[in-house]
C-alpha cells in the first residue's frame, strides 16, 4: 500500500486515475471495482447513499459510465465502471452500510461486479503497480488534492 499525499493506494489494483475509480482481477475472470480512498474523500465521510444502478445488472456498461450512484451531504453523482462489460451485482452491503466505502474502500467497500468484455485490451488504459501510483500522484499534486 502506498500513502500518496495522505491517500492509500494499493499498488496490486488497476486505477482510472481520472475518474477516481479502481478494479480488481478476481480468480474467476471478473472484476471488482471501486472507489479509491481518494473519492471517498472528495465525497464526504457521511454517505448517505451507494445505489448500484439495478437496471443495469446483467448489461453491458462501456468504461467511463456509471454502475452506480453516490450521495453524501456535499455530493450525488457517478462511479464510472473502470472497464467495459456487463454489470454483474452490487455490494448488498452497501444498502445498510454505505459508509463502509470510506472505512475500507479496497476490500468490504467495493461497489459492483463486472465480467470484462475485453480485459486485455482495456487493461491497457488503466494505471496500475509503480507507474500508476505515480500517475495517480501526479493527479493528486495537479489537482491539490490531499486525503
Known amino acids: 500500500m502506498s500513502d500518496v499525499r495522505g491517500c492509500n493506494l494499493p499498488e496490486d489494483l488497476y486505477y482510472l ?4 475509480v479502481w478494479a480488481k482481477p478476481m ?3 471478473t ?3 471501486g ?7 472528495l465525497a464526504g465521510s457521511n454517505l448517505a447513499g451507494v445505489t448500484v444502478k ?13 454502475v ?6 456535499k455530493f450525488v453523482g457517478p462511479v464510472p465502471a473502470p472497464v467495459t ?22 476490500g468490504e467497500g467495493w461497489i459492483a461486479e463486472i465480467k470484462p468484455a475485453n480485459w ?14 505515480a500517475a495517480y500522484q501526479a493527479k493528486l499534486e495537479a489537482d491539490n488534492i490531499s486525503c
Open 17 to 20: 486515475v481520472e475518474k477516481h
Open 27 to 29: 480468480e474467476d475472470g
Open 31 to 33: 472484476l471488482r471495482v
Open 35 to 41: 472507489m479509491t480512498a481518494v473519492a471517498a474523500k
Open 54 to 66: 439495478a437496471k443495469n445488472i446483467g448489461q453491458e456498461v462501456a468504461q467511463g459510465k456509471s
Open 68 to 73: 452506480a450512484t453516490v450521495e453524501s451531504s
Open 85 to 106: 462489460g456487463v454489470l454483474l451485482r452490487g455490494n448488498e452491503k452497501l444498502a445498510s452500510d454505505p459508509n463502509i466505502v470510506s472505512r475500507d474502500p479496497y
Open 120 to 133: 486485455e485490451a482495456d487493461k491497457g488504459s488503466l494505471s496500475t503497480g509503480a507507474e500508476g501510483i
